[in-house]
């Protein structure tokens, strides 16, 4: 079992920058693939970026370039910097956690989720 507690979330204006950070707990994180979806109000969940356990790192279109993922093994966190922000960036992240390292961009390929944590970017 893995437990996720996602925090940094918060309220900022477009143009601003935030960081996320996942703490993860309960199984070998080093061994774990990670990632980060969100969904915004009346819309479905979507991928938005994922670091494999060798760092390998992944992107939406809509991010790239402006969002960085990372891990930290020995403090058993992955963070999401979150530069250049737009108010379609607003939704609720979420953090998780993949025992497998393919599909990386599809929810159901994970197997642990943390309960969100709100960004909101106002214009």
């Known amino acids: 079992q893995v437990q996720l507690v996602e925090s940094g979330g918060g309220l900022v204006q477009a143009g601003a920058s935030l960081r996320l950070s996942c703490a993860a707990s309960?199984?070998?994180?080093?061994?774990?693939?990670m990632g980060w979806f969100r969904q915004a109000p009346g819309k479905e969940r979507e991928f938005v970026a994922s670091?494999?356990?060798?760092?390998?790192?992944y992107y939406a279109d809509s991010v790239k370039g402006r969002f960085t993922i990372s891990r930290d093994n020995a403090k058993n966190t992955v963070t999401l910097q979150m530069n250049s922000l737009k108010p379609e960036d607003t939704a609720v992240y979420y953090c998780?956690?993949?025992?497998?390292?393919?599909?990386?961009?599809?929810?159901?390929?994970?197997?642990?989720w943390g309960q969100g944590t709100q960004v909101t970017v106002s214009s």
């Open positions: 998780a956690a993949a025992a497998t390292g393919w599909g990386l961009r599809v929810e159901n390929n994970y197997n642990y």
């Open positions: 309960g199984r070998t994180f080093s061994t774990l693939n």
């Open positions: 670091i494999t356990w060798t760092d390998s790192t």
